[in-house]
């Protein structure tokens, strides 16, 4: 679970959803606007409902500020605040330990911000590097503030940055300096009881729940094509090994009645070889009149199937009524349809 | 049938993707184009669209920003350059002298009628307000332009548009220019003076594309995916897992000044998709043929589709399949680096690449305009990432797969209002949207609009001495002409009959039942010279150099199955080489005891008519009239050629037809091809007649949307010249219509108290119609399943002054006259004509047949 504080045009969380290991994603911004700009690219791709994905992700976007809290931030595993803090006003950035550290919680926050000390190497920049920044702090300041939060909040905080500056000028540091908080206690269960009853602040503009596996609709779909395919192929197959073998039968004059009954099973068979057959059908296709009989068994050992379901009894409950099977449920029933029907325009 | 249903199926082949979309679009500032091939820009995190709606030259404006919750939305939206799909501001209609005042028919009976078109409504006195914004000091900005000037609620409002420097407004300010303070963070100035530059009326064009996007915006709200043009919706997708189809029901929108009201026509539109990747139908594909076929089978099939890319939502065309790459290969990204394809998927959006050795799919992006000659490079896509859409040629022949698509996809005209109802309904429902709307005045009719059309009389069937009625409503005559003489027959004297061991059976039952049909319809034959060769291309070929001479009237092959290669190969020699009508029958086709006879009786007429037989008639009251006929057919494996297929009538009962065909390379203008072949047809219209027409009436189909002005500023001066250039006193009338068979108008007759597919013969040239247009729809054709389309005629040119009415009985009539089938079809014979002519030299022959066939319709 990740959340981008101030997440702008949600090009951070736009990258973050590729990747696999989040399941929720979450973004915070108070410019409405700004974040709705290009928020339907954090959508589902068609891609995404054609071969769900194996975790489920939910990402939202919510219009609030930093200086207040809502149950909705709980939970989360990181939180990243891109060039944020200096665009808080004093009052809000009094505040914003207090939510981020105290009531968001996190395991983990990174913190960026513009270093003032690189400010000289940059060409035009006057006072401050945007013309909405309140503060731009030089490192001391920053690691001051970030050792007075982390310590406050039980935190632990290391430096780093971005931006490396020029031969010659390597003591103002790096042009963004980043602080990495991690949060030295374990998840403390109370806190989040306790902030519950906390209220709404945010209005949530968008929310996006993404095709998955996990999620019983999507896996029966996946299984049920997957089965159905798989027949239709073993099917092929089947018939294009039968007819060949008709074929030959013909060519040589023999009189043969196709489609009457599973080939193997004529009457005189030996008692070994009946047994034999016996023990093949239950996994062997066979043709039974103009169907052909797929046993469940043999759909298990496709691959994508048996990913899919896990269990043979998985995939009898997921195809349960998507599927037709024979009387006793053990086989998928596939109808061969008239081949001559066509051309009929 | 002989090649019936084999060439329904040819004939549908590629040419109707017409969800096609316009493919990658970067961003409106190209990148500097490495000089290797690269993967598409990462454009999602970049400027994407423009729209044409660009107005004053602004320092980066990034489109119309459009107010609450609309604001992502841009002009261009998404697609980058956006055609003119419309064709709007072609005028063509005020030239047209006896149509200024009136263009709508007369004739027939009156029917109730609705269509898929929904009024748009604004309030009286509706205007739209452009204004101009200036800033002093100078503010770069877009974001922040924005911002400030959006500090003044007062007087501006709630409820605009803004795209950095125009401005729209619901309403109008107190003042034409207005002056107004803000002050940025910085404790800066900043005057912005606001003038209006523009009042526009509900239908002006820059209104018509605000009512577009607002609707888009709209089905964005739904949630529903933006494929292509048209939206579609993923919740409920039908899938068709033995195919492993999967189709998304969505809908296509448009809203257009129509002949008195602005309206939003939709239709139900259904995007196949397979749930599999190019890499997994590669592999499947591998299992199914030879090695040494595998790259040929694969490019055949892959080259033209449209696949889908996993990780972004846009859609390419494959070109070319570059099988000495592989994702290991590496680009040079427009910062310099180099990176593999492997890498850089993996970096940039997190995409494993499993299979390393896989080939590369090379996309070529379409030409845009409006940028200085700046060619973007090809660009790279991997089969592993890419999910196939559409459905492949072989999947279009395959009977079963296009009965079970037809099942979920062919919608009876009650299941259709039923499903653009409800869409209609959402608008309704929605708040968001209703707010929106409200706020710009603006709402939509809830009820399909109503209004009458006319269902013209019925054709009578003229087959030699005889007249024929039919039920109009199946418009079909073959149960009352079957078994009667026909207008005028070839003997068969001379032919030979080609088979090869395995089809001699259906040989000799061909023969036979060539023998018990053929009196009755007055074809006197010969028996034929049968000549037994060996199934492989070669042994045909063979044949047919050795046994056809000069006197050889006709050839039949009888064939095993339809590989094409063969069939084409027996083509090409006997169009080009050595001119000589022939026949292909699949032998299957004759298998069944049952329909062998009406098999045979078609086959029989075929072969007539190729050898230059009349069959029936129509009563064609005008004398001394050229029809012709032009179609397009785009070879997508020939880099892209065209060819388009011109025919013309030699007789006044227009049975007899001229053909000849162009071929234009890429890039190149059809219009000198089209003089060659229109002088050709007077030629050959004068030996027949000895004398000249007096009327010319082209049929031009095959013309894309968008394509319209070119075809009134260049094509048809080029006709006229053409004719001016026969001789100083010949001054023929021309008339020039476009045929459109792709729309998405639908229409659906009251009758029996619930909606159902119009009858053939039924006329519309009222408001569904353009003002500034000569045009009407005919339904012709009549269908068994689903709802029928209609057919849009539209007259760019005429100097004829034949009335409207003339005119579409003419066309109805010439919709009764295509010699493979004895029925109504859906457009004028002439075009489909010589659609069957430019599909059969684009698929088989590959060059211009030989002109001694040109009399005679060796191309059914």
């Known amino acids: 679970m990740v959340a981008d504080l101030g997440c702008a045009d949600c090009t951070l969380l736009w990258m973050l959803k590729f990747c696999k290991c989040i399941e929720v994603l979450a973004g915070l911004d108070i410019r409405e606007n700004v974040m709705k700009e290009k928020m339907h690219r954090l959508s589902p791709l068609p891609g995404d409902y054609l071969q769900p994905s194996e975790r489920s992700l939910t990402v939202s976007l919510h219009h609030g500020s930093v200086a207040h809290k809502d149950p909705c931030m709980l939970g989360f595993d990181l939180v990243t605040c891109i060039e944020l803090i200096e665009h808080l006003e004093a009052t809000e950035l009094e505040m914003f330990p207090e939510v981020v550290f105290g009531f968001m919680a996190p395991s983990m926050v990174v913190i960026s911000t513009p270093n003032s000390e690189f400010n000289p190497l940059l060409p035009g920049v006057t006072l401050f590097r945007h013309s909405d920044h309140k503060f731009e702090w030089d490192r001391a300041q920053f690691e001051s503030w970030a050792i007075h939060a982390a310590t406050h909040y039980d935190y632990t905080v290391e430096f780093t940055g971005l931006g490396i500056p020029p031969p010659g000028t390597e003591d103002v540091g790096f042009c963004t300096q980043i602080g990495v908080f991690m949060r030295n206690h374990p998840k403390n269960g109370e806190t989040v009881s306790s902030e519950k009853h906390t209220k709404h602040a945010y209005k949530t503009v968008f929310k996006a729940v993404y095709p998955s596996l996990k999620d019983e609709k999507y896996l029966q779909n996946a299984v049920v094509n997957e089965v159905i395919f798989g027949a239709e192929i073993i099917k092929r197959r089947l018939l294009g090994n039968f007819k060949s073998e008709r074929k030959k039968h013909n060519e040589t004059k023999l009189k043969f009645q196709p489609f009457k009954c599973c080939m193997r099973c004529s009457t005189n068979l030996s008692l070994a070889e009946t047994e034999k057959c016996a023990a093949d059908r239950s996994t062997e296709p066979f043709v039974d009149g103009n169907k052909v009989c797929i046993p469940l068994a043999k759909i298990f050992l496709i691959p994508k199937v048996n990913q899919l379901c896990g269990t043979f009894e998985k995939l009898n409950k997921l195809i349960a009524g998507k599927v037709a099977l024979n009387s006793d449920g053990s086989a998928v029933i596939v109808t061969v349809e008239n081949e001559n029907e066509e051309q009929e325009y | ?860």
């Open chain 2, 1 to 860: 049938m002989t090649g019936r249903a084999r060439a329904r199926a040819r004939g549908r082949a590629r040419s109707q993707q017409s969800a096609v979309p316009p493919v990658g679009a970067t961003s409106g500032q190209p990148p500097p184009r490495p000089l290797q091939p690269q993967p598409e820009p990462p454009a999602e995190g970049k400027l994407v669209g423009r729209g044409r709606l660009r107005g004053a030259a602004v320092p980066k404006s990034q489109g119309l920003e459009i107010s609450a919750g609309f604001q992502e939305l841009s002009l261009g939206d998404r697609g980058g350059h956006r055609r003119d799909f419309h064709d709007l501001g072609v005028n063509t209609r005020q030239a047209i002298e006896h149509v200024r005042e009136s263009k709508t028919g007369t004739s027939g009976t009156t029917i109730r009628l609705s269509t898929n078109h929904f009024r748009l409504i604004s309030r009286p006195q509706w205007a739209l307000y452009q204004y101009h914004v200036d800033y002093n000091p100078q503010v770069e900005a877009r974001r922040l332009r924005s911002a400030l000037l959006f500090q003044h609620e007062q007087p501006i409002g709630k409820t605009h548009a803004f795209d950095g420097t125009m401005l729209f407004l619901p309403k109008k300010l107190e003042n034409k220019v207005t002056e107004v303070f803000s002050r940025t963070r910085n404790g800066e100035n900043i005057k912005i003076t606001i003038t209006l530059t523009n009042e526009l009326p509900p239908t002006s064009p820059t209104c018509l594309q605000f009512y577009n996007i607002i609707f888009r915006r709209l089905l964005k709200l739904m949630n529903l995916q933006q494929i292509g043009r048209n939206y579609y919706n993923p919740n409920d997708p039908i899938s068709i897992p033995n195919h492993r189809l999967m189709v998304w029901p969505g809908f296509t929108t448009s809203i257009l000044q129509y002949e008195t009201n602005i309206m939003l026509c939709t239709d139900v539109s259904h995007k196949v998709l397979r749930s599999e990747t190019v890499l997994d139908f590669m592999y499947t594909l591998y299992q199914q043929v030879e090695e040494q076929r595998f790259r040929e089978t694969c490019a055949k099939e892959l080259i033209g589709l449209i696949v889908l890319t996993k990780y972004n939502n846009k859609t390419y065309r494959v070109d070319d399949i570059d099988w000495d790459s592989n994702p290991k290969c590496t680009f040079r990204k427009t910062d310099g680096s180099e990176i593999s394809f492997v890498d850089y998927y993996k970096m940039q959006y997190n995409q494993d690449i499993t299979d390393l050795n896989q080939p590369v799919l090379v996309s070529q992006p379409k030409r845009r305009r409006g940028l200085e000659g700046v060619s973007s490079g090809p660009v790279i896509l991997i089969p592993e990432l890419c999910y196939l859409t559409g459905l492949t040629d072989k999947m279009r022949s395959d009977f079963s797969v296009m009965k079970d698509l037809a099942v979920h996809t062919r919608l009876t005209p009650e299941q259709r209002k039923h499903e653009v109802g409800r869409l209609i309904e959402y608008v309704h429902k929605d708040d968001n949207v209703q707010k929106e709307l409200c706020a710009w005045g603006l709402s939509f009719d809830l009820n399909l609009l109503s209004f009458t059309g006319r269902v013209v009389q019925a054709e009578k069937i003229h087959q030699a001495e005889k007249v024929f009625d039919y039920n109009p409503q199946f418009a079909d005559w073959s149960k009352e002409t079957r078994g009667t003489p026909l207008i005028s027959v070839k003997p068969l004297d001379n032919w030979l009959l080609l088979y090869t061991r395995r089809t001699y059976d259906a040989a000799s039952t061909l023969v036979q039942n060539l023998f018990k049909v053929t009196p009755a319809v007055g074809i006197l034959m010969n028996k034929a010279i049968m000549i037994e060769v060996d199934e492989r291309t070669e042994s045909y070929l063979r044949a047919l150099q050795q046994k056809v001479t000069s006197d050889t009237q006709l050839v039949v092959c009888v064939l095993s199955n339809n590989r094409k290669d063969k069939y084409d190969a027996i083509k090409k020699y006997l169009c080009t080489d050595c001119p000589t009508p022939s026949q292909c029958v699949v032998a299957r086709t004759l298998s069944k005891p049952q329909t062998v006879m009406a098999v045979a009786t078609n086959i029989a007429l075929q072969m007539n008519c190729k050898m230059g037989g009349e069959l029936w008639s129509v009563q064609i009251p005008l004398k001394q009239v050229m029809i012709v006929g032009i179609d397009c057919y785009h070879d997508t494996a020939a880099g892209r050629r065209s060819i388009a297929g011109f025919v013309a009538s030699l007789n006044q009962g227009m049975t007899r037809w001229f053909s000849r065909c162009v071929f234009q390379d890429r890039g190149q203008e059809l219009v000198d091809g089209l003089k060659v072949c229109l002088q050709a047809a007077l030629r050959a219209w004068f030996s027949f007649n000895n004398h000249m027409p007096s009327r010319i009436i082209v049929y031009r189909d095959g013309v894309g949307d968008g394509q319209l002005k070119t075809l009134v500023n260049y094509e048809v001066p080029q006709f006229l010249e053409c004719l001016k250039s026969v001789g100083k006193d010949y001054n023929p009338r021309l008339s020039v219509i476009v045929v459109k068979k792709r729309l998405n108008t639908r229409f659906f007759a009251h009758m029996g108290g619930r909606l159902q597919n119009p009858p053939p013969g039924t006329v519309i040239d009222v408001e569904v119609t353009r003002p500034e247009w000569y045009d009407f729809f005919i339904v012709s054709q009549s269908v068994r399943n689903g709802s029928v389309s209609p057919t849009h005629y539209n007259v760019i040119y005429d100097n004829s002054a034949l009335k409207p009415d003339h005119m579409q009985r003419l066309t109805y009539k010439l919709c009764h006259m295509y010699y493979n089938w004895p029925g109504i079809i859906r457009v004028p014979a002439p075009c489909q004509y010589a659609h069957k002519l430019a599909f059969l030299v684009g698929q088989s022959i590959h060059r211009e047949p030989n002109l001694s066939l040109s009399d005679r319709l060796f191309y059914l």
